[in-house]
């Protein structure tokens, strides 16, 4: 994100996550952009239960795919409307 502060989970240890650690780090992270005068910290794609500590309002994400129009890219996105995976 361009001019924004983000961050991701690059790792998940079930043996440490009892003492919350991301969390504290999240917490940290947060805190410590606010304070620089960010208003938004982007957590990463996806709806994972532990973003919503932080805030439960999801944003949509654009995608954009851009392909060749030839006769199988045409067959492709048929066959994935026809499943309903085309968006």
Not at 23 to 49: C, K, V
Not at 60 to 73: I, S
Request: a positive charge.
């Amino acid at each position: 994100a361009k001019d924004r502060p983000c961050s991701y989970r690059s790792a998940w240890d079930l043996d440490a996550a009892r003492y919350g650690v991301g969390i504290l780090l999240t917490t940290e992270a947060l805190t410590s952009r606010q304070a620089a005068g960010d208003t938004e910290f982007d957590l990463g794609p996806g709806e994972e239960p532990y973003k919503n500590k932080w805030n439960p309002v999801v944003r949509p994400l654009l995608a954009l795919h851009g392909t060749r129009d030839t006769w199988r890219n045409q067959a492709a996105h048929a066959w994935l409307r026809m499943r309903g995976l085309d968006r």
